[in-house]
């Protein structure tokens, strides 16, 4: 990527030593190592993010082609991307429809027990009975 050869990182380390000296040459090493991790990390995030959203966009496309040819006569490559699609379709509406129906359901069915108990008022002994 740099072109960078031995003897190049040799003079670099030794200047490194002269400048920053052998306590602070370790450390400096370091954070340049971490400044370097994080940047490639970064990177790989953002291909990768990148690369998704090309997925996401070749799908959409083929399926704007799919709408346009009517559904019919499609090629296997369509075909299998309405699919996907359908199927990402049903894999993120079904949370849902399984919280919409157990709130139904939950709705349906009379308070539990333990409801009922604590909206029950408190019987208490009145002030003006002492106990014997």
Same mark, same amino acid.
């Given at each position: 990527?740099? /072109? &960078?050869?031995?003897? $190049?990182?040799?003079? &670099? ?15 400096? &090493? ?5 400044? &370097? ?48 699609? +359908? ?21 349906? +069915? ?12 408190? $019987?208490? $002994?009145?002030? /003006?009975?002492?106990?014997?």
């Amino acid at each position: 990527m740099f /072109d &960078i050869g031995f003897w $190049e990182l040799v003079l &670099i380390s030794v200047v490194g030593l002269v400048v920053l000296g052998p306590e602070r040459l370790p450390t400096a &090493i370091r954070s340049v190592s971490r400044f &370097i991790s994080s940047a490639k990390s970064m990177a790989n995030n953002v291909k990768d993010e990148l690369s998704h959203e090309l997925k996401v966009q070749e799908l959409q496309e083929n399926l704007r082609k799919a709408e346009k040819m009517g559904m019919e006569d499609l090629s296997p490559e369509l075909k299998s991307s309405v699919e996907e699609l +359908k199927q990402a379709a049903q894999e993120v509406t079904r949370p849902y429809a399984k919280d919409k129906v157990q709130t139904t359901a939950s709705d349906a +069915k009379e308070p539990s027990p333990v409801v009922e108990d604590v909206v029950k008022p408190v $019987e208490t $002994e009145s002030p /003006d009975k002492k106990v014997q």
